[in-house]
């Protein structure tokens, strides 16, 4: 049964990441506004009255943030297009394999927006990213997950509303917030060269906000496309 | 092979299915007819199981995986070639890898859509996006087939067409619902006829051998000008 | 009695007792030493934070209990609390300032309380355009409720994000692991403030589920 779950949840995921890479279009405009956002602020910074150091997390955090909502926009457009969204409701998979395949094609994306983005902010702020590379990863991937869940659960609810790319990030707000804050704050600490042990509260509170809000989203799901 | 009993449905206050009873045997094909807001369409995903029933029950052999499902819509993935969206969907119903290419080659062929069966669905006419619909709906060999107004928009030899096919499934034992609000289209289809009007069944028979102008007048009698 | 003049009677009522309240906040309760007579907009302020954290307690459980039971009338109860909130989101948010600026010289500060306390009111505000955005009222109501079950759910969040976060703000002096720390008089007239906002929303919302009630039916 789960093995049923998990394989059809990877089937809509791997027909999610064909069309993105049919049409290409998601994927570049994030990665293109996510440059544009960096140069923005590389050229926008006086570094002599503020310490590049001091920015960095905030810069690095407001772009995945962006990037984020971007790619959330795609998430359910494609299956309106034909009413394709009525096929795989009729189809016998569960619900939860239909939004979990969503959220990992939705993960994906964001994580090579993001990729690109660290690559590009070390490229562009001579920040030493190189020494925390790791717990950096684990905290974009924790303060990652949850908002994306939520994203993606209200993303099923926009897409049939009218000004759906409006409503999306007046929704989402809110839920980014508790990630954004610790994201930055384990960041700051982590670029400053603070110990492991500052930052253990703000994981596992990033910990306990991604596990409720996937469980969350996964439980709300079918009320958002059943009749 | 597919029974509702006593299916009732609303929308808040606004009542749109009202005790739905009938049954539906292989080879049979149920043609509904029914002015627009009559509930064909909302009987119809109840029968699908999109939409649960206030009350009254549905029972299909063999689940969702026996539905076939053909509307106005195509649930293809515009990006994608003909090919691609049938393995796809041949690949969530658990239509086994060894012979989701053969079949969905031989549904290619059936349909004539040869030369299509690499473009993109977006580039696809509308005669031939129907077709691939039909296909896409047939690839994991469904028992149960659901029809909501497929003529839509079809050209007088695409219509003709799927009526030759829809003909072939049901000889070949499958039980089929068509649901329209044109009388000339679904008639000599059906085996048995339905008249809906608010939500209810006005008539409910075989077709008996009418033909589609004696149905015309039926229709017009007992729903009333719809 | 209708709900709606039951209503207006518990705003009626609420609204004297928060008066009275004001009076012995104002007269009899001792000046703080070191925030002055601003402080006096606390009794004020964080009153309206509980209710409208009340408020989105609320729509949170009407909505759980819409998506089970299917019955409508939770739904109305979750918009009505959903308005109200949003009123004393905003109240929240203009006391806020004005207590901030004799104190911080600063009407706005981006520290963790006063901006979570936005957060709520964007909560509330995407709650209420979401519902605008929907015509069909089945679909809203299952819409709205998935918002207000995250919505109510985020809370906690937000309140735990308050304690890790190094803050202007003045730290939660009342709703803390340990005693609270406010004196005795102090104590007193914010909790006897605690409990007539409660009323009022009680007021309000029995009013607003009446209005939603008719509008409905008519």
Redesign the interface.
Known sequence: MVVDLLR?AW??AR?DL??EF??RTAITSALVFTALVLVVFEHGRDPTAVATIDLAPSILWVTFSFAGMLTLNRAFN?EL????L????????SRTSLFWGKLVANLAFVAVVQIAGLLLFTLFFNVPVWRVWAPLVAVMILATVGFIAVGTLFSAMVVRTRFAELMLPVLLLPFLLPPLIAAVEVTAKLLGGRPLSEVAGWFRLLAAFDVTFVTLATLLFPATV?? | MLSARDVSHA??SLRALDRITFTLDRGQTLAIFGPNGAGKTTLL?VL?????PRHGTVQLAG???A?G?I?H????????TVV?NLL??A????VPKATRRTRADELIGRLGLERQAHQ??RTLSRGQAQRAAIA?ALIHDPSVLLLDEPFTGLDRVAAEELRRLLGELAAAGRATVLVTHNVEEGTELASDIAFMRAGHFVAFGPRAGRDAVALAAAYREAVGGG | MTLVRSGRWITGIALLLVAGVYVRALVYTPVEIHQGLAQKIYYVHVPSAWSAMLAMGMVGLASILFLFLKD?RYDRFASASAEVGTAFSLVMLTTGPLWARPIWNTWWTWDARLTLTLMLFFLFVGYQVLRGAVT???LRARYAAVVGICGMVLLPFIHLSVYLFRTLHPMPIVLKPSKPSLPGSMLVTLLLSVGVFTLLYVGFVMQRYAIGERSDDA
């Not at chain 2, 690949?91 to 658990?94: A, F």
């Open positions: 059809h089937l809509v027909k064909y069309l049919r049409s494609a297009e034909n009413q394709a009525d096929g795989l409701l009729l189809a016998p998979i059943t009749e | 929308y808040g995903k699908a199981g999109l939409i649960q689940g969702r995986r539905i499902w509307g819509q195509s649930q293809l993935y515009g990006p994608l691609e796809f969907w690949s969530l119903y658990d993109p669905a896409r | 409508p069909d009222p089945g």
